[in-house]
């Protein structure tokens, strides 16, 4: 069995807790208490070799952080000796996107970018798939930084689990392969 350590990032209220309960639980709970200093989940995936068709099983550690300012001091220690960073921002909220960025700028200039998978989230996608709230962060705008950043790019929902099971699982693959 491998084991990764995975630190999630952003804003508070983007929905990171949400992500995590969603892959751990399968749950959702739209009146979810937020994070003090930070919450460890932990879950296993299973990984398919292509070459041998042999599976491995791989356990996540998931360090999910609170992301208000008063917690910022307490991020290092958890992103310290993380093998991925999921960075989260709300699609209906732009500037949720530039405290992504802020995020992933602090995580390249601490942290060796060959040692950690990084990888941007945009959460919430169920309130855009109907008329009523626009998308706030245009999906192309997001997927063209991530690709400038080398960073893997998801848009999920926490509340439908669209994407959720899928993200985690490129996670993955992209960890087993380097
Ligand atoms: P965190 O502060 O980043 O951990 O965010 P939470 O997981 O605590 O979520 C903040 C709020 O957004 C809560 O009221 C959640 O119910 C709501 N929320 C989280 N994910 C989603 C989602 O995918 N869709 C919708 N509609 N609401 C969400
Ligand atoms: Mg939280």
Redesign the pocket.
């Known amino acids: 069995m491998l084991q990764f350590k995975l630190v999630l990032l ?10 995590v309960h969603r892959f751990v639980k399968d749950s ?5 208490e ?2 003090i200093g930070a919450a460890f989940l932990s879950q296993t995936i299973k990984i398919e070799d292509k070459t041998n068709h042999n599976e491995t099983v791989v356990k996540f550690e998931i360090w ?1 952080t ?2 208000q300012e008063r917690y910022k001091s307490l991020a290092p220690m958890y992103y310290r000796n993380a093998n991925a960073a999921l960075v ?1 921002y709300d699609v209906t909220q732009q500037d949720s996107l530039a405290k992504a960025q802020g995020w992933v700028t602090e995580l390249k200039t601490k942290v060796g970018e060959d040692d950690l998978v990084i990888c941007l989230v945009g ?5 855009c798939e109907g008329e009523t709230t626009p998308k706030a962060v245009d999906s192309k705008q997001a997927q063209e930084y991530a690709q400038e950043q080398g960073l893997l790019f998801h848009e ?5 689990g669209e994407g959720v099971k899928e993200m985690f699982q490129s996670i993955g693959e992209k960890l087993y392969e380097s």
């Open positions: 952003g804003d508070s209220s983007v929905g990171k807790s949400s992500i959702f709970d739209e009146f979810r937020s994070t999910d609170a992301g989260v959460n919430k996608l169920d309130l999920v929902s926490a509340k439908t």
